[in-house]
């Protein structure tokens, strides 16, 4: 099951969450169970390196912790494993109410809690939608067009072209904002950040 959906690494889905800033879009992760603290790992790594502020919840045993997570940045949710039927009906009771959120949320986890997810919580579950990504440690580098997507809304919001951040971080420019770290390592100039 976890290779029927499109596969993600750590560094496309960091971008993903970075591109989905202030649309409060769900989605949802899969990794096999032996992987998944390093999966979690890689992507707090990656978020970090982008500058993408990020708040890690992990549920144990209840769901409170998802409810009292911060709505201001980036939402990463894992230890779905831990939660039992009553509490996954509890979460899919509090999906309208309690949950929407105008940052992204990621939500990390097993293809057997998925099969929980479906079966327990359907409200959650549609929050997710059709958006559920299957990490391979193997595809931790961006594609091609995934990195020409980026720098193209990367080039719309700033309002720059390649050659200007390159020129601006050659001249000792402070930059600032973490997409022009993220724009520079995209092109291969990550030597141009500041030490």
Not at 89 to 99: I, P, T, Y
Not at 122 to 136: D, R
Not at 138 to 147: G, N, S, V, Y
């Amino acid at each position: 099951m976890i290779d029927d959906f499109p596969t993600t690494g750590a560094g496309a889905l960091a971008s993903r969450l970075r591109s989905e800033i202030g649309t409060g879009t769900w989605l949802c992760v899969l990794s096999p169970a032996l992987r998944l603290h390093a999966t979690v790992e890689e992507l707090h790594t990656a978020l970090e390196a982008g500058g993408t502020a990020a708040e890690f919840v992990r549920l144990d045993g209840t769901a409170a912790p998802i409810v009292q997570a911060t709505r201001e940045c980036v939402l990463v949710v894992t230890g779905f494993e831990t939660l039992s039927d009553d509490e996954w009906e509890h979460l899919d009771l509090l999906r309208s109410e309690r949950l929407v959120r105008e940052q992204p949320a990621l939500l990390v986890m097993t293809p057997e809690a998925m099969e929980r997810l479906i079966q327990l919580a359907p409200n959650m579950a549609s929050f997710v939608g059709g958006q559920f990504l299957s990490f391979h440690e193997d595809a931790a580098k961006l594609t091609d067009e995934e990195k020409s997507a980026r720098l193209d809304r990367l080039r719309m919001a700033m309002g720059k072209t390649d050659a200007q951040v390159i020129e601006m971080a050659s001249t000792g420019a402070h930059l600032d904002e973490p997409a022009y770290a993220e724009w520079l390592v995209l092109l291969g100039r990550g030597d141009l950040l500041p030490r």
